[in-house]
């Protein structure tokens, strides 16, 4: 597959620098809704290229980090249920709880295991038709479409020991309550790629239409990274902004619809807590009522009180661009990923971490 | 998270998964929300072990063609065209 290695190629990629340093936007800031791409920026080293004027911003695209401490408390809660075996995908264990995280819940003997797939979740309710196995659900649009498999396969075949605790969430609601609240500028969004392969480059026609903010949806790729905040330098600078799809290979303008079609009929709209931006209407997926069976907030009487983020953690204005991870007092002193305090520091695509790993370095 | 990765589908198995390479490594995986068929040969993006998508190579050669002069922009928007048209 050539055709794909050659997205990393340094001539093109100094070619589109060379044009994003001819650009007269003045002060723009660009920013994106995918913890994909706070990775792929820092360690490509597209940060350092970027003439001073351009300020690259984090959304709120991570989605472990986005998890409320109080929907954490629920999934502690449910692990610590009697023959529950809870399973979630692996970055969520390290994330402090109110209380405690799903790390040291595990390490109190009771049974938490990362999966990779939810497709391993169903394989271990295969394998101990005794237990419960319950699936922690986060993620965004991407992730959507396998716990909807889950659930279809686990009906179709079946299997009665299996469960989910949904807390994924829509990256649109996220980023309108974050343009919403106007705390920080936004003068162009690099669109999320893998989000955008499911629900379609075309669903954020909203940003240029309704804001008037340029939208490049992207790949991982240096190139398609330069390519996307070139594309939207050159739409602020012309004052034109529109919808440019930088990610053709993968993304098609209705997006899967098999995939989302999979998502709507198991899941409905809903209310969701967002860490840094408190309820946002109908931005959470939960499982329709037909298939209540499969629903772990009912099948399990689970409580949580009193839950509380860390006093001095401050991942929710990092998560909506308002502080940048530096400027928080416990960056790299009292919170570091060995011993982190909140979950932008422990997830891998989380702004502190990144920060962390590839920015610290150079400064 | 929304981390997804290039494969080469090698084989189709019972139950709608696929046997497929991932920079060298074998993994089964599901094509339960692709969006119509793969056959072996095909690339496809993995997310979470599900495919999500094929990967179009014609498409991907296109897009690289247009960074050799042109931006995006220039390649998606045509001079003097409305873009919220």
Redo the contacts between chains.
Sequence with gaps: ?S??H??RDST?AQ??IE?IRGRNTGDISIMEF???HTVAIFRSGIRTVMPEHVHMLSGPG???CVTSNGDLDRAVALAKTPGVILTT?G?MLRVPGSRESLMQVRAQGYQVEIV?????ALKLAAAHPDREVVFFA???E??A??A??AV??AQAKGVRNFSICSVMKLTIPGAKALLAMGEVKVDGVIG????S??IGSDAWRFL??EYEIPV?ISG?EP?DLL??T??IM??HEEK???L???Y????RPEG????WG?VERVFSLAEASWRGFGSIPESGLVLREEFSDFNADLRFDVTVEDSAEHPACRCGEVLRGVLTPPECSVFGTACTPESPLGPCMV?S?GSCAAYYHYQRQMA | MCLAVPAKVLELRDDNMALVDISGTQREISLMVLDGDAAPGDFVLIHVGYAIEKIDEEEAARTLATFEELSMLDEQLPEGEDPLA
């Design positions: 597959m055709v794909l050659q997205f093109r070619a589109i044009r995918c913890g994909g991570c989605p472990v995908y970055d990779y797939s939810t497709l391993d986060i993620g965004f991407t992730t479409p396998a909807a498999a279809l396969q999320p790629g893998h989000v392969s499911i240029p239409e490049a991982f190139l390519a996307a070139d594309a050159q739409m034109r902004p529109a440019v799809n930088s053709s290979r993968v993304v899967n619809r098999k995939a999979a997830s695509e």
